[in-house]
Nanobody
Framework: VQLQASGGGLVQPGGSLRLSCATS????????LGWYRQAPGKQRDLVAT???????NYAASVRGRFTISIDNAENTMYLQMNSLTPEDTAGYYC?????????WGQGTLVTVSS
């Protein structure tokens, strides 16, 4: 499975961004998708996940501000990020699990700064 992330950029505090992750495989054949982020000098942490059945899970730090979704027709996963803060600055990576195998996309950088 190949994953192509996009949508990162520079945004002011309080602003919004929408990240996209296009998959090379039908989402119907992917067990779960997710977004992770890694700030400089820190470990990669879970942001949000969604299963093929639509069950979502969010890190406490983003719950209520971020929304993960999937478009089955476009084989694309999205992360709508609202009320961004400087603490959200990081490289954002998409992830897919097919059976017991995991796949990572390249990162897309999100910088929240005034």
């Amino acid at each position: 499975v190949q994953l192509q992330a996009s949508g990162g950029g520079l945004v002011q505090p309080g602003g919004s961004l929408r990240l996209s992750c296009a998959t090379s495989k039908s989402i119907f054949s992917i067990n779960a998708l997710g977004w992770y982020r890694q700030a400089p000098g820190k470990q990669r942490d879970l942001v949000a996940t969604v299963t093929s059945g639509g069950t979502t899970n969010y890190a406490a730090s983003v719950r209520g501000r971020f929304t993960i979704s999937i478009d089955n027709a476009e084989n694309t996963m999205y992360l709508q990020m609202n009320s961004l803060t400087p603490e959200d600055t990081a490289g954002y990576y998409c992830y897919a699990r097919v059976g017991v195998l995991g796949y990572w996309g390249q990162g897309t950088l999100v910088t929240v700064s005034s």
